[in-house]
Structure formats: structure tokens, C-alpha cells
């Protein structure tokens, strides 16, 4: 049973314009939650991340929106750079710092010039 | 920087054979996990240790099993490899909420 779900398994963006990566949970226990980015042949390396008791992060050109209602959170990357192709993962948590983070099956983002 | 480093970046086994993936993290955390990633399924978790010695299995251990003698090193077995463990294997590490750190991969393909 798959507790976060990205739903588009590729994304093509023009460079330049907003990347908007979706990603949708069940488990209304979860209250952390976090995005990783993953090159080819490069484990995945921490993007940023959200806790329930806010609904916006940012951090430079990344956004993350939390909507605790809809059990729905998303990635914005403002303007897109070629570099940012990459597959994007999302993952959940009980509390911040709990062993166990729950993973989505992944996003392709490619930026095209 | 934390570095966490897998043995391995490739790795071809026979059906049957027992395999070892190795895992050694340089920034003495606590936590380490050992992870598959499938396409289409995403990073699902197999095993993580939260101290010497001690292990808690994850959302898929059947066909697995894990060794933690010293901190920094977190080992990852298969006892009778299977076609169906053909995967990407990923090692990661973490401190007191801190986020998770991978290692690089080994792609293990089981003929």
C-alpha cells in the first residue's frame, strides 16, 4: 500500500519557467515531510523540507506547500535551471528525526533549453 | 561534508549465491538505513540500525538480513540472492534530526 504517491512519473519544464512537482499522502499521522533530488549514478541528496505546523517553506529558488486538508504537498522551483534535471522523491515522517521516512515513487523533472 | 560510501558501484551474483553489500558513513551518526529503489516504486526501506548492534527491520526484509559490529559500518546480506533482489541498493545515515545521507548506490544484478 503505497502511503505517498507521486502520480506523474515525468515532468518537462521549459528553462526559465516554475517546475511544480505534486506528491499526495494517506497516512494522516505523518507530520514531516521532505524532498530529495537524485542524479543518475548519485544517491539522493536533502532538498528541503516542511513540518505540519506550517504550510509554506522556501529556500532560495525551492518552495514547499503543505495542504494538511487535501494530504497534499508541492515542490516549486522558480525559474528552472537545466541542473535541476533530476528525479525528484518525497518522503514523510511521524515526527522530525524518526527513523523511518516513507518515499514516493519519484518524479523525472527535465528541463529543457 | 558527511560521506557515506558503498563498497561497490556494481555487483553481479548468481541465484543462490550469498552477497554482501558493505556500507561505512565518516560523521559517527547513529542511524543507518539500507534502502532499495525500483522503478516505479520508489525507495522502499529494508533494514536500519539505530545503535551498535542493534537492528529493526523495515518495509521489506524478507530475503535480507543486516550486521552492525562498529558504528560506522552497516553491512547488508543476502542470504540465497534471488532474481528478484536485482536492484539498486542505497546506504544512508543520519543524526538526531538531521536528514537522511546515501551513499552512492551499488546496482546489484542477480542472474
Known amino acids: 500500500d503505497q502511503q505517498v504517491k507521486q502520480n506523474s512519473p515525468s515532468l518537462s519544464v521549459q528553462e526559465g519557467r516554475i517546475s511544480i512537482l505534486n506528491c499526495d499522502y494517506t497516512?494522516?499521522?505523518?507530520?514531516?515531510f521532505l524532498w530529495y533530488k537524485k542524479y543518475p549514478a548519485e544517491g539522493p541528496t536533502f532538498l528541503i523540507s516542511?513540518?505540519?505546523?506550517?504550510d509554506k517553506n522556501e529556500d532560495g529558488r525551492f518552495t514547499v506547500f503543505l495542504n494538511k486538508s487535501a494530504k497534499h504537498l508541492s515542490l516549486h522551483i522558480v525559474p528552472s535551471q537545466p541542473g535541476d534535471s533530476a528525479v525528484y522523491f518525497c518522503?514523510?515522517?511521524?515526527?522530525?528525526?524518526?527513523?523511518?521516512?516513507?518515499f514516493g515513487q519519484g518524479t523525472r523533472l527535465t528541463i529543457n533549453p | 561534508d558527511v560521506k557515506v560510501t558503498q563498497s561497490s558501484r556494481y555487483l553481479v551474483k548468481r541465484t543462490g549465491e550469498k552477497v554482501f553489500l558493505e556500507c561505512v558513513q565518516d560523521?559517527?551518526?547513529?542511524?543507518m538505513f539500507w534502502y532499495r529503489q525500483d522503478p516505479g516504486l520508489g525507495l522502499r526501506l529494508i533494514y536500519f540500525?539505530?545503535?551498535?548492534?542493534?537492528?529493526e527491520k523495515g518495509d521489506i526484509p524478507e530475503g535480507y538480513s543486516v550486521s552492525r559490529e562498529k558504528k560506522e559500518r552497516f553491512s547488508l546480506i543476502l542470504e540465497s540472492a534471488s532474481t528478484n533482489q536485482t536492484s539498486m541498493y542505497l546506504c544512508?545515515?543520519?543524526?538526531?534530526?538531521?536528514?537522511?545521507?546515501f551513499g552512492n548506490g551499488t546496482r546489484l544484478t542477480v542472474t
Open positions: 497516512n494522516s499521522m505523518f507530520d514531516y
Open positions: 544512508a545515515s543520519r543524526g538526531t534530526n538531521s536528514p537522511l545521507h
Open positions: 516542511i513540518s505540519s505546523i506550517k
Open positions: 560523521m559517527d551518526h547513529e542511524n
Open positions: 540500525s539505530y545503535d551498535v548492534k542493534m537492528k
Open positions: 518522503a514523510a515522517s511521524w515526527v522530525q528525526g524518526a527513523q523511518k521516512l516513507v
